[in-house]
């Protein structure tokens, strides 16, 4: 068929339904930005979530800081775990893009650092997740569950015994509160961290997939669209938990 | 351009159920949702069937749980598996690269992802039809779906996962329109199918992960009862309504504007002549669109929304209206002392005309407040929404399987039993659905299996015309595997078309073109090429 002619001039790393690298490169990344409008538009029905939670119940927000129920301190190094995280990031495309396409020592050494960027990043990430386990199972443990889980004697709800469904908080003189709801604000919590977490799990996964792919000899100056989307993915992510942290473990 | 001398194109090239289910051809992919989306529209019209068999009398057949499963998985299967991919996953599919002058999407392989997750979604919402149903109806509400027994948790999946192949063919479609134009085509040169399909991928994109989002916290509710949807534990089921509505409404943008893609092709070469407001009918798209996302309240103006809430959704919901009309009519202009070709495409469009222009229309009463109050929930809606989306969608979807049947399948079809089976499927089509206007005008409600006998003589009419209509569509089903058994090879470019996919092989071959084609003209610039003998073969 018509491939004889496509080897000659094209690099091997270009489909061939491209006719330039610089088609293929800023359609991969047109598709990444895409990709994160709607993450992002994902995100924001947990984020109105939240605001619509928070008008019905503020004092019940105020509360779990009085309460000092979340870690600031734990939330915060998170913080800059994951911030540090998306600097190594960047710098592991930087590497990515000095990388000759010439094969050689100079392509060896921005291609190792490339490397060890991304599993730097990729630790961080990891450091952020057993941060948030130790985080989860000490809530685990106390009795802060989401919804219909939640049980913590020190804040105790009130449960309909018949349906089981939750009313309020339980008030010393037997009074229902049914303008408190901290099994509300822990079920946005995990359910917040958690899709979070998620994402920051499947995004260890694709850091790693870039490690093994430079491992083999892959990314030069024309063909490192695939670290940077990931990077941009990343930094997506890391800016995701710049809001979460202060709306949750902030807020007065 | 660009046949194969030993004859092999798209279809024939390699063979084997591997050689198409892992396909990274879009042309593939299209054919094979095309049989997908009908296949579950088989299942969602048997589901159709059952509930209008229900309503024949006044008086219970089935019995309530049944007939609400029955219409939850009728609505359901409907919007999910089949209105929603329909035009966009087949049609789109298989004509995006090639009306572009492009060898393949930018991400094909991400394509054969979406068909996949797609069947894999579709799966989910499978067992939930054998599992024993699900009863909430396709809208979900809160707190009846947070506490129902019966399957929603694997019908939420479904459409979750579901979800996802509708955004990835939407970014698949945004970065290929982008990206990959043909040397010439400027984006005011592009076919108006393709800019039907650019803001369709917008509205997939932007709507379709709230609706994700949405499903997710249901599912978490039913799973944690954690509060957000259910009154009994601390939860507004309103937020409920808000969130699902911010994307459905738009979904409905995503069903009808590549059907709008579709009838500007066919209004154009089969009346050989230059669309009229090529610009308007562009800007239209993308005007509808963006407004589109603005009037979702207008589904809750009885959930007890401030009267100043509605009275903005309404207003904006009238705005919507207009680019519609503007589309419609160009269409009628088009046709104006245009060269009509009077065929299968030709009837199908003028059906489609008349049938979605009394989907709009009948959509202005529900959009104004005094009206919507006694109209709200009854069958008035019922009937309004089946002509926009199942006539508007659906005739659309059929007008655009005859118009690139010969270059999808490189057949013929009988034009004479092709134009008997669109005058049986539209006479049919009418007479199931206006009965219910009147049923809805009168106080029908929608969503009961036993009714007052008042509503008796409507609704055993409509009953009538569903069955009917569903044998024509049958009928129909039968003018193409005719067409594929028996039919004539078809010429290059049977209607005279001047888009690219016309400049293709037909069938294409693989690679769709040889070179790259380039755009030289306006694809309606039909006055200015000398007029082929219209049937010879190249």
């Known amino acids: 068929m018509s491939s004889e002619h496509a080897h000659a001039d094209h690099p091997p790393y270009q489909a061939h339904f491209f006719h330039t690298m610089e088609q293929q490169n800023s359609s991969s990344k047109l598709g990444m930005w895409c990709f994160l409008v709607q993450e992002l538009l994902f995100f924001s029905g947990l984020f109105m979530a939240y605001v619509a939670m928070r008008y019905f119940y503020p004092d019940t927000f105020s509360e779990v800081q009085e309460r000092n129920l979340l870690s600031i301190p734990m939330g915060f190094t998170n913080t800059l775990v994951l911030l540090t995280s998306s600097l190594t990031m960047a710098l592991a495309v930087r590497e990515a893009q000095l990388i000759p396409i010439q094969e050689g020592a100079e392509a060896q050494k921005h291609r190792s650092n490339m490397m060890k960027l991304l599993l730097v990043t990729a630790i961080l990430a990891c450091v952020f997740l057993v941060i948030k386990y130790f985080e989860y199972t000490h809530k685990i443990h106390i009795g802060l569950l989401p919804g219909s889980f939640y049980d913590f004697p020190e804040w105790p709800v009130f449960k309909d015994p018949g349906t089981g469904k939750i009313l309020g908080v339980m008030g010393e003189n037997g009074i229902i509160d049914v303008r408190s709801a901290p099994h509300i604000f822990f079920a946005l919590y995990f359910v917040m961290t958690g899709v979070h977490g998620l994402h920051v799990v499947i995004g260890v996964g694709v850091i790693l997939w870039l490690f093994l792919r430079g491992k083999r000899g892959e990314f030069n100056q024309e063909n490192y669209s695939a670290v940077e989307n990931v990077g941009l993915y990343w930094h997506l992510v890391d800016l995701i938990w710049i809001f979460l942290f202060p709306l949750l473990y902030l807020v007065q | 351009m660009g046949a194969h001398s030993d004859g092999s194109n798209y279809l024939n090239a390699t063979s084997g159920f591997k050689s198409w289910f892992w396909t990274v051809d879009h042309k593939r992919l299209g054919i094979m949702y095309i049989i997908t989306i009908l296949s579950f529209f088989l299942v969602g019209g048997l589901a159709a069937m059952l509930v209008r068999y229900e309503l024949l009398d006044a008086a219970p057949t089935l019995g309530a749980t049944t007939y609400n499963k029955a219409f939850t998985l009728h609505g359901a299967i409907m919007v999910f598996l089949v209105l929603v991919p329909a035009i966009p996953a087949s049609l789109g599919n298989f004509l995006v690269p090639l009306q572009l002058g492009a060898k393949d999407v930018a991400f094909p392989k991400l394509n054969r992802l979406s068909f996949h997750i797609y069947l894999f979604g579709a799966s989910f919402l499978v067992y939930t039809l054998v599992a024993g149903g699900v009863d909430t109806g396709w809208t979900f509400y809160t707190p009846y779906s947070a506490n129902s027994s019966s399957n929603v948790i694997s019908a939420l999946t479904g459409a979750f996962i579901l979800g996802f192949s509708s955004i990835l063919t939407g970014l698949n479609f945004i970065v290929t329109i ?361």
């Open chain 2, 178 to 538: 982008h990206k990959m134009r043909a040397p010439g085509m400027t984006w005011t040169k592009m076919p108006l199918f393709l800019w039907a399909m650019y803001a369709t991928s917008l509205i997939q994109i932007l709507a379709t992960p709230v609706i994700a989002v949405t499903l997710f916290l249901l599912m978490v509710e039913k799973s944690f009862g954690i509060g957000i949807f259910d009154p009994a534990l601390g939860g507004d089921p309103v937020l409920f309504q808000h969130f699902f509505w911010f994307y459905s409404h738009p979904v409905v943008y995503v069903m009808i504007l590549p059907a709008f893609g579709v009838i500007s092709e066919t209004v154009t070469i089969h009346s050989r002549k230059h669309i009229f407001g090529y610009m308007a009918i562009a800007a239209s798209s993308v005007a509808i669109a963006a407004v589109g996302f603005l009037v979702w309240g207008h589904h809750m103006f009885l959930s007890g929304q401030s009267e100043m809430t509605g009275a903005i959704f309404s207003f904006i919901t009238f705005g919507v209206a207009v680019p519609t009309a503007i589309k419609v009519c160009s269409w009628i202009a088009t046709l104006y002392k245009g060269s009509i070709r009077w065929n299968t495409v030709m009837f199908y469009t003028i059906g489609f005309l008349w049938i979605f222009t009394i989907g709009g229309l009948t959509g202005l009463p529900l959009a104004t407040l005094a009206t919507d109050v006694h109209l709200h929930d009854t069958y008035f809606v019922v009937a309004h929404f089946h002509y926009t989306m199942m006539g508007g969608v659906l005739f659309a979807l059929i007008t655009g399987i005859h118009h690139w049947w010969p270059k999808m399948t490189g057949k013929m079809f009988s034009e004479k039993a092709g134009m008997a089976a669109s005058l049986f499927a539209f006479i049919s089509y009418n007479l199931t659905f206006i009965p219910q206007f009147i049923a809805g005008l009168r106080g029908m409600p929608r969503r009961y299996h036993e009714y007052l006998p008042q509503y008796e003589e409507m609704m055993w009419l409509s009953s009538i015309g569903a069955f009917l209509f569903g044998i024509s569509l049958f009928c129909v089903l039968a003018v193409w595997i005719h067409s594929l058994l028996k039919g004539e090879k078809a010429p290059a470019n049977p209607w005279g078309g001047i888009s690219l996919e016309w400049e293709t092989a037909t069938p294409p071959i693989e690679h769709n073109f040889e070179g790259q084609p380039v755009c030289d003209r306006g694809p309606y610039e039909f006055d200015e090429i000398e007029v082929k003998a219209p049937m010879a073969a190249k």
